[in-house]
């Protein structure tokens, strides 16, 4: 039988009143501001530079500029975890804003350094604010309310994911890079006043302790003597995994159903369609079956949605990227409001670090992976092959939830 949330947990709480439901809404709307801009500007620096140099591999380093900072999230989980989270991240809306202006200074190839430099504190400011917002949810809003409020922040997120970079790419033609820059810096604004407007009773962050190396490491600690989310985040992080092997896979598959590459276009659609609905949806699941048991459904649909795509046929792709647009936002939801859910204030920042890190991390060795074997092993096999190690994953994490006997 599935279970229902552990009520008699320590960090079970009640249901939101009113000032919660109102913080909740003020950073939903910041964020929602935000990711316009954001998507936006992610997309047009790629394609301000090629327009200025014409050069392909330069374009291609500007996402390597937004991701290396990455490599920093343990320390960002510590930071956040040394502050006032609210402001933070009010901080680093505003800095982000007066950074974006510097884009209006970009004319030529000479001073397409400035994109650079600004994508590289795009990508810090990202690793600095992830592990801050996700605690400061923990630390704002009760658990009901918060897991509603993380389902809407996904589903924003998938969202603006599908509709920013058009709105960018033909703001980009009609007015230029700049005008991109300067929506960027109106949508940092809003989110900053946003998060001033949001008022609750945060704790006092603990003072740092001389031992550097256990402070960082403290998140990675605690998800590891977490039992229930050192299970949750192992067999997630494999299909997680496994998802960053089919990438490459997906243009044999359209190659295979005689599309154009450009249908892709209509694969990510149904993908990012999917991904909208179960992240509106993932907080009535976690009500009803708990952490655990969503990862779990998330799973099955991953496997369910690459069998369908390797198939082979035209219906079968679009259905199954429909499917495949359920599974990674259970799977991380689960994480996240298991993460939050079992952690205490005081190590959220650090925590939210470790889950990041782990979750998202091997990614791009994985994705040279799929990169590679696509060479040597068909998209079906595959398809197939991730849809066995999603089952089994899912499996395990069944049996690990059922009681266990003693041996006498």
Not at 114 to 139: H, K, N, Q, R
Not at 330 to 347: D, G, H
Request: hydrophobic content about 50%; charged content about 15%.
């Amino acid at each position: 039988m599935v279970a229902r949330p552990d009520e008699s947990d320590p960090y079970f709480e009640v249901v939101a009143d009113p000032a919660h439901r109102r913080n909740a809404r003020l950073y939903l709307i910041g964020l929602g501001a935000s990711l316009l801009g954001n998507n936006a500007m992610s997309l047009v620096s790629g394609i301000w530079v090629k327009s200025l140099t014409g050069s392909s591999t330069l374009a291609g380093l500007v996402s390597v500029c937004v991701y290396a900072p990455s490599l920093a999230g343990p320390l960002a989980g510590l930071v956040a975890d040394r502050v006032s989270r609210r402001r933070w991240l009010l901080a680093l809306n505003v800095i982000s804003a007066v950074v974006m202006v510097s884009l209006l200074a970009v004319r030529s190839r000479q001073t397409v350094w400035i994109i650079f430099a600004v994508m590289t504190w795009y990508g810090i400011e990202l690793v600095l604010s992830s592990p801050a917002e996700d605690a400061l949810f923990a630390e704002m809003l009760p658990l009901e309310q918060r897991q509603r409020s993380n389902g809407w922040r996904l589903g924003l997120q998938e969202t603006g994911r599908l509709i920013a970079p058009l709105c960018g790419a033909g703001l980009f033609v009609v007015a230029g890079g700049g005008s991109v820059a300067i929506l960027d810096t109106v949508t940092f604004l809003v989110a900053a006043i946003m998060i001033s407007r949001i008022h609750f009773l945060e704790e006092t962050p603990l003072p740092s302790s001389k031992n550097w190396r256990v402070e960082i490491v403290a998140g990675l600690s605690h998800v590891w003597r977490t039992i229930e989310l050192r299970r949750v985040l192992v067999a997630s992080s494999i299909v997680m995994g496994v998802s960053g092997v089919l990438v490459a896979a997906q243009y044999s598959l359209v190659q295979s159903i005689r599309e154009p590459p450009s249908f892709l276009g209509v694969l990510s659609a149904g993908l990012g369609g999917g991904s909208v609905v179960a992240s509106l949806l993932s907080s009535r699941l976690l009500r009803r079956v708990g952490e655990r048991w969503l990862a779990v459904f998330g799973m099955v649909d991953f496997a369910v949605g690459s069998v369908l795509r390797a198939m082979g046929t035209l219906p079968t792709a679009v259905a199954g990227s429909i499917v495949l647009g359920f599974a990674l936002p259970w799977v991380f939801l689960a994480v996240l409001n298991l993460a939050q859910r079992r952690t205490p204030i005081s190590l959220q920042g650090r925590v939210s670090a470790a889950v990041t890190l782990v979750f998202f991390g091997p990614q791009s060795p994985l994705q040279a992976i799929g990169a590679l074997a696509i060479r040597y092993v068909t998209y079906g096999q595959l398809y197939l092959g991730s849809a066995g190690v999603a089952l089994a994953s899912a499996a395990w994490l069944s049996w690990t939830a059922l009681p266990q006997r003693r041996v006498k």
